[in-house]
């Protein structure tokens, strides 16, 4: 009898479970996880963070889940691989024997390299006891300062708003996330935060983190100027795991090197999830992809390919939902501008008219009191979408972008300015798609 070895319980490694189990029902499959509460929702975290969903709420499966899978869980940290020997050695000084490994160990937050980050009161995001930790501190303090310009800080922002505190929110540029909104779009959320009492300090950095008996106190910034604090949360970015693996002689670059078949190296061990670094033959370079959707696809391919399927991993088109500032945002395909590409054009048209016309197969949410759509058009089909607030069209526009479907009907009248692009889309969506939601009247580009 084979015995699989996972290290890791979040998405990747579950997942690599199904995958493994929908081929080989006898084998005998052991996952280990230093993490005391298993497998939980990540993205889950902010909305627990601002009181809005339970702590229950972020666990989908009983322990029945993994008993169905016939999976040995060992909570315990892996500390070594060895490759050669097939042994994986735990925290205990034991060794497990394996005849495929997974290395689904995930990213951690990347660490601020100023003084001070020793101090109580210094917090990061990444999993639920930082969480339940950010919770406890808010109660007792009352001004918090939040580093780094992506999801994680401003779910750190709203967290820390939501409870109470005055925050600080220091952004290195004179915007936020400005390599994936536009300007308008940095603005509305700068907006919003600023209407809920959230101090905006722009191309600010953090210097020096300074305490008093071991306690935040204040932080100095770059440029001199001091602010007093009793919590900093820092979320400046994340850094896979790597560090078994490297330590293993396996190829790592920026994660775990691994091939399409999520295959490291070394043949008997794979790796999936925040933590490998794929090679994806369409881009045809490897790439860190730090998202749950492609960590489930990844950790489920890997665990076919552990019971010697040869399956591809091909990275889908890019697809975020996520809340900025309390509006959901969802972001498909590519955005921004691709200079090698003259014929792509950047449309984008706030709006704030109802919808006419929405075939029933569309999960409508509006009542938003901001709404925007930026789609990205190019010669023959879209390319890629941002749509803020309202998301009425988002499965649609969905479907148009990864399905490839051929917009030339409507490509003059989304570059015209006279009809907002809401519409046009709404309209082409009802003539193409019958009530199922399903393509029937359009051509597929290749
Ligand atoms: C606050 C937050 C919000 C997020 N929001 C979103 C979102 O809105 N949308 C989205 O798509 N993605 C989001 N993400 C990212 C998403 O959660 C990750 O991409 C996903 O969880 C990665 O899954 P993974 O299995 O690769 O790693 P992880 O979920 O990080 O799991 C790693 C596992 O490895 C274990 N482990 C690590 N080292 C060892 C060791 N040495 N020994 C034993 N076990 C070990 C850990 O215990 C853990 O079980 C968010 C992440 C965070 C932190």
């Given at each position: 009898m084979k015995t699989f070895v996972i290290i890791g319980a979040g998405a990747a490694g579950v997942s690599a479970i199904e995958g493994i189990r929908s081929q080989d029902p006898d084998s005998e499959i052991i996952q280990v996880f230093?993490?005391?509460?298993?497998?939980?929702?990540?993205?889950?975290l902010a909305y627990y963070l601002t009181g809005e969903?339970?702590?229950?709420?972020?666990?989908?499966?009983?322990t029945s889940h993994f008993e169905r899978f016939r999976v040995k869980q060992i909570n315990t940290?892996?500390?070594?691989?060895?490759p050669f020997e097939h042994t994986v050695e735990l925290a205990d000084g034991s060794y497990l024997p394996y005849h495929k490994l997974l290395i689904a160990t995930g990213a951690h937050a990347a660490p601020a390299?100023?003084?001070?980050?020793?101090?109580?009161g210094v917090v990061k995001l990444d999993n639920i006891a930082d969480a339940r930790r950010i919770m406890k501190h808010a109660r007792k303090r009352h001004t918090a300062v939040i580093v780094g310009g992506g999801i994680t800080a401003l779910e750190l922002v709203e967290g820390f708003k939501a409870r109470g505190l005055h925050v600080h929110y220091f952004l290195r540029?004179?915007?936020?996330w400005s390599n994936v909104l536009d300007e308008i779009e940095s603005h509305i959320v700068e907006q919003r935060l600023v209407e809920e009492g959230v101090q905006i300090h722009y191309q600010t950095e953090l210097a020096e983190i300074i305490g008093n008996r071991g306690k935040v106190k204040e932080v100095l910034t770059a440029d001199g100027r001091r602010i007093k604090c009793d919590v900093v949360g820092i979320a400046i970015g994340i850094k896979p795991r790597k560090n078994l693996a490297e330590a293993a002689g396996l190829n790592t670059i920026r994660g775990i090197s691994v091939n399409e078949y999520l295959?490291?190296?070394?043949?008997d061990i794979f790796a999936a999830g925040d933590v490998a670094e794929v090679y994806d033959p369409i881009v045809g370079k490897a790439i860190l992809d730090s998202l749950w959707a492609p960590a489930r696809k990844q950790g489920y391919l890997a665990g076919l390919n552990m019971t010697g399927k040869k399956v591809l991993y091909c990275k889908g088109m890019p697809f975020n939902v996520t809340r900025l500032a309390g509006l959901t945002t969802t972001i498909i395909g590519t955005l921004g501008?691709?200079?090698?590409?003259?014929?792509v054009v950047g449309i984008v048209r706030g709006d704030s008219e109802g919808w006419r016309y929405m075939p029933d197969a569309l999960v409508a949410q509006s009542g938003f009191d901001v709404n925007r759509l930026r789609v990205l058009v190019g010669e023959n089909r879209l390319l890629g979408a941002l749509l803020m607030?309202?998301?009425?069209?988002s499965r649609a526009i969905h479907r148009l972008i990864t399905e490839k479907v051929d917009i030339t009907p409507i490509r003059d009248a989304l570059l015209?300015?006279?009809?907002?692009i809401t519409e046009i889309i709404a309209d082409f969506w009802s003539q193409i798609a019958d009530n199922q939601g399903n393509i029937v009247h359009a051509t597929i580009q290749s």
């Open positions: 230093d993490e005391r509460d298993g497998y939980y929702s990540r993205p889950g969903v339970s702590e229950d709420s972020l666990f989908p499966f009983q940290q892996a500390k070594r691989i060895y390299k100023v003084p001070g980050t020793d101090l109580e540029g004179n915007r936020y295959q490291s190296n070394d043949p501008s691709r200079e090698e590409d003259c014929d607030g309202d998301q009425t069209l015209r300015p006279s009809r907002p």
